[in-house]
């Protein structure tokens, strides 16, 4: 067999075949081996990258094991239906519920993917503040104001919204989950409702004025440090703030014995309190603390205390009666 010079040529050669050779003169590309199937080939024919969109950039939601968060609610469920049914009340059985909570809400928290709990027997215990003390105060708050088979559906109601509470702290483990804002939206809400219902439940139960402070310090610290975790990445920093605010909170029930509020006016009074005193630490943390920001939580501050004034003016009508 001859051997041509266009056979000869190294690779990326454009080489020319004599005329006489195939009648015609013809050029080939046998640089990559492909044939006259590319000579239309050019530089700008390059593809294009896809356009990557912004939910393909951003991370989807962590997958959630639906069977562990029904046994969860299942368990609240069964716990605070218990817990009402009997009579007289048997706090062991709420404190149980609670404690059983707490010990599936654990479980649940460390299946999250981006979660670093590993070997950290203490890394889960900012998103346990609000469903232990959920089930607590939710108990206790359903006590006071359900009778008979009232509370049959506000175990249920409750149940529905611990299960939001506790998709939203799994979701709020990835701060770049793009369910994130939808999830703090969720645990604020579940948070100041928590609140309400223990400050309303310290004069329901007309527990005596030290320990009412210390009971409403105690818990709104707690749930503090579920507020101020978004904003404060060290946790030593942020149980310092929250102290702060439950201190606050605390001296507010105090002052509250010496003024003619009761029951839910107060503890609308103290949410108002807490509501403000979380806000505006969790700015000043961001860095966000600017003066629309406080002239908006003074507006806050100004329609809360004009609703407890209207309340306490009707209440009295109604005392007075005609």
């Known amino acids: 067999?001859?051997?041509?010079?266009?056979?000869?040529?190294?690779?990326?050669?454009?080489?020319?075949?004599?005329?006489?050779?195939?009648?015609?003169?013809?050029?080939?590309?046998?640089?990559?081996?492909?044939?006259?199937?590319?000579?239309?080939?050019?530089?700008?024919?390059?593809?294009?990258?896809?356009?990557?969109?912004?939910?393909?950039?951003?991370?989807?939601?962590?997958?959630?094991?639906?069977?562990?968060?029904?046994?969860?609610?299942?368990?609240?469920?069964?716990?605070?239906?218990?817990?009402?049914?009997?009579?007289?009340?048997?706090?062991?059985?709420?404190?149980?519920?609670?404690?059983?909570?707490?010990?599936?809400?654990?479980?649940?928290?460390?299946?999250?993917?981006?979660?670093?709990?590993?070997?950290?027997?203490?890394?889960?215990?900012?998103?346990?503040?609000?469903?232990?003390?959920?089930?607590l105060g939710s108990g206790l708050f359903l006590e006071d104001v359900a009778e008979g088979y009232w509370a049959v559906p506000g175990v249920i109601l409750a149940a529905v919204f611990l299960s939001w509470v506790m998709y939203a702290e799994f979701l709020s483990v990835d701060d770049q989950d793009r369910l994130y804002p939808f999830a703090r939206l969720v645990l604020n809400v579940g948070t100041y409702l928590t609140a309400f219902a223990f400050f309303a439940v310290v004069y329901t139960f007309d527990v005596s004025l030290v320990p009412a402070a210390i009971a409403v310090g105690l818990v709104t610290l707690l749930l503090s440090v579920e507020v101020l975790r978004e904003a404060e990445a060290d946790p030593l920093r942020a149980l310092v703030y929250a102290?702060?605010?439950?201190?606050?909170?605390?001296?507010?029930?105090?002052?509250?014995?010496?003024?003619?509020?009761?029951?839910?006016?107060?503890?609308?009074?103290?949410?108002?309190?807490?509501?403000?005193?979380?806000?505006?630490?969790?700015?000043?943390?961001?860095d966000d603390l600017r003066p629309p920001v406080v002239a908006e939580f003074l507006a806050i501050a100004i329609i809360g205390l004009l609703i407890v004034a209207a309340g306490r003016i009707f209440e009295s009508t109604v005392t007075l009666g005609p």
């Not at 609308?268 to 961001?286: D, I, N, P």
């Open 1 to 135: 067999m001859l051997t041509t010079e266009a056979e000869a040529a190294p690779p990326g050669f454009m080489a020319a075949v004599p005329a006489e050779a195939e009648g015609e003169a013809e050029v080939l590309d046998i640089g990559d081996g492909q044939g006259s199937g590319d000579e239309d080939w050019t530089g700008d024919d390059v593809p294009e990258a896809p356009a990557v969109t912004y939910e393909e950039r951003t991370p989807g939601p962590a997958n959630l094991q639906p069977a562990r968060l029904a046994l969860l609610v299942a368990v609240y469920a069964i716990g605070a239906l218990l817990y009402l049914a009997v009579d007289p009340a048997q706090p062991l059985i709420l404190l149980v519920t609670t404690a059983l909570v707490s010990v599936g809400a654990d479980g649940l928290i460390r299946t999250h993917p981006k979660g670093d709990f590993q070997g950290d027997v203490a890394g889960t215990a900012p998103f346990l503040f609000l469903p232990a003390l959920y089930t």
């Open 243 to 286: 102290a702060v605010i439950g201190i606050v909170v605390a001296e507010a029930r105090w002052d509250l014995y010496f003024l003619p509020l009761e029951s839910y006016l107060a503890a609308v009074f103290l949410l108002l309190v807490f509501y403000l005193g979380s806000g505006l630490v969790q700015h000043h943390l961001t």
